[in-house]
Structures are given as structure tokens and as C-alpha cells.
């Protein structure tokens, strides 16, 4: 009834993840499931290591011009 | 027809009927003074009507999402819509006022019994789900609570308005309605964070303490419901980190943990410290840290009340940071400017019990929020 013109787009957060070998930090969109400090069974793309342990879940934010009030 | 046309110098009858239509169009206002307080009214409807029909279409929305997402969890013979119907109907009645000593018990009282009770309800309904799954889903059934309430009182004061003409009533609800409007969106994208568990901008408190326990050797026992302390040791000085337990959406009972804590520890407390998020102005940058004497910590004042009294019994300072966001930004996703400010309040905390307890002392650090999508280090 209402959507088409009140459609909002949610935004999803990124999932972030650090290599428990290597240190990487790699982001992916966030999977049901995820949580900040579990640790999964992901591939890192630098060393191949098999662990990754969830760093931070958060928006990524857009610059916004800063008014002069500010 | 000349001498008719001759009326207020006219020469042609179009502009004769014209100026007939504005005299006649004037005249309704001399007879009729409220006429332009009605067409004025008739508009202000109309607004209000349009901003219910979304707030109708969010709270459907929620509505349904809740009632998929408890469906995942329940069983074949539960009526998991009649179920959240009522639960999205039920009402607490706060403890009355007129005597007000003691009210803070009372409060207390009916607030555990109402969490009880909904949670009970909640799990009742979904018999598949974990404990974590539940407290979640707890959160989902509030927010939906929460949204279905903001309807019926907007759409309230709308046919109140609409029945008795009454522009007043009908001005202040479209004055306040864009607030409203906000809060209503944030609500909707609150029910997705909490139908996916993922962090929002209040669990800034946690996500900072479990930022500063991260890596460290402690020790965690449950302290009251849905609360554990981590205790560790930091450059001389005993930890006493207390935080709500994660990653279902909890907010504990950070206010009796505490009580609980000195009340054990004795004269050994020497500061307690809390963390959490706080109300910014317009204006204001989301993530700015601020430092202040106080409990920081929110909720209808039951917990911040026992932190008050016992720290003031025993005279031990309230040393507060507050991580400024918008209303919105509480209870939605957690930003990126948020999820940074935890780091930087690490270190600010760090430098604080630095300089201002000595070493062999014990400090109580408390993060305040709710623990959805944030797990236990």
C-alpha cells in the first residue's frame, strides 16, 4: 500500500574480522549469526589461515557536509 | 443589462462576476470568522492522516517481521500471532506517587516482575529457541511494543482532534509529528537489528569494557540476572568489570551488581566508573566522548538510584563517560563513529583510574547498554 515512495533503504552493517595468524583485517556483510568477539571458521585472504575472530559489526558512515554551525 | 453592468464600474460581465465572487468569497468571512480556522484544521488533518497511514504501514510491518521471526522458534499448536497481539497490548501500571517514600522498591518491584513475565511469555511462545535467542527476540517484541504504542496515541489524538474541531489539540500533534515521524523510523530499523542480533548504538558501554578486559587473564561470575563482573588486574590496580551477558539482547541489572559489589568488597572500592551512551544535542558530532561526575546510566532510575545510594554511603566517588548519539542512532545499527569511540574510551578510562586511584586499589567499571550482537571476551 504504502512502499514504492516510503521504501527506506535499511542500512546493513559490515562485518568486521581479524586473522588470528596474520593480523589481517578483511569485512564482509554481516551474517545472521554474527557477533562482535566470535570467532569463525573464515578464510583469510592474505595467509589462508582457517580463524577469524569478529572484530567490530558497524554502518559505514558517508561523509556529510559540515555546516558552518558546526 | 447596461445599468447592471455598470455596478462597481464594471464594463464587461466577466469582471462583473469576479468581483461578485470575491465580494460573496469576503462576505463568508464576516459571517463565518472561523471559516479560515476550519480550512486551516481540514489541512492539518489531511497531514496528520498521511504521517498515520505510514506509521499504520511501519507498525504492520514490525508487526508481521516479529511474528515470522518468533514463528522460527515456535511450534505447530502455538498461535504466535495471537500471543504477540497480546503481548503488544499489555500495560504496566507504575507504583502511584502520592507517597512517595519507598517508591523507588515499589518501582523496582513491578519492573522485575513485568521483565519476568514478559520474557516468560516470550519463551512460552517460542519453545525452540536458546536463552540468548530469547532475550533477543524480547528485544524484537518491545520494539514492536514500543512502535504499536506510538500509533495509537498519534491516531488518538487525531480523531479526538478530527471529532471535536478542536485545532489546538490537532496543531500540537502536527508540531510534534516529525519528531514522532524519526523516532517511528528508527523503531523500524531497530526491529531489523534486533530480528538479526546485530550491535546497536547503545551497546557502546559493553563494547567498550569488553574492548578493555579483551586479551586479559580474569575471572567471571554472574553477579545478579543477566550481569557478570570479569575481575582482573591492570597496572597495579584490581578490576571489577561489570557488564550485561551477551550476545542475546540483554541489559542486566548493572545498578545491583554494583550495590552488590561494594556491599562485599567493603572500604577495598575506591572509584566506580561507568560508561555509556548518551543523548547528544542537534548539532553535535555522534561519537564524541564526554567525562563527568555521576552515574551514567539510564532507564526509569531504579539501578542509577541503588549506584547513587550506596556509592554516597560509602563515599566513594561516580566517575562517568558518556559516548554522545542520537535517539535513532541508539537503538539502530551501531555506526562506524560509535564503534570507534568504544576504542578511544578504553584509553581515556586507562588514564583515568591512572590518575586518580592508586595502585592496589580495587575499581568498579561498569558498561551500560544492551548486549545484542556483542559477545563475552
Known sequence: ?70 | MAWLLQFAGRTDLLSLLMSLLWFIFMLIFLIYPTFSQKIQLSYMLRDIERKLLRLKYFRDEVRKRTIQHLNKYSDENIKVDEGVDRLLGSVVIEPIDRDPYGIMYKLEHIVNTWEETFENEVRALCPKADEKTVKTLTNLVEVARGLDYIYRVIRHYYLLGKKTSNIYIVLQVQMILPQIMEIAKAYRQASYAFAQGQPIGDGVGVLAVAKLVDGMEKKTYEIAKDTVVQETLWNGRRLLVLRAKGPGGAVGKPGEGVKKLIEAEGDKIKAVITIDAGLKLEGEESGKIVEGIGAAIGGIGVERYKIEEISKAKGIPLYAFVIYESVAEAITPMKESIAKAAEMVVERVKKLISEKVGEGATIIVAGIGNTVGIGMT
Open chain 1, 1 to 70: 500500500m504504502i512502499p514504492g515512495k516510503y521504501a527506506e533503504k535499511i542500512p546493513t552493517p559490515l562485518t568486521h574480522m581479524k586473522c588470528l595468524k596474520c593480523g589481517t583485517i578483511n569485512s564482509r556483510p554481516f551474517k545472521e549469526g554474527d557477533y562482535v568477539f566470535k570467532e569463525v571458521e573464515e578464510k583469510c585472504p592474505k595467509c589462508g589461515h582457517n580463524k577469524m575472530r569478529i572484530i567490530g559489526i558497524y554502518v559505514k558512515e558517508e561523509k556529510e557536509k559540515k555546516s558552518k554551525l558546526l
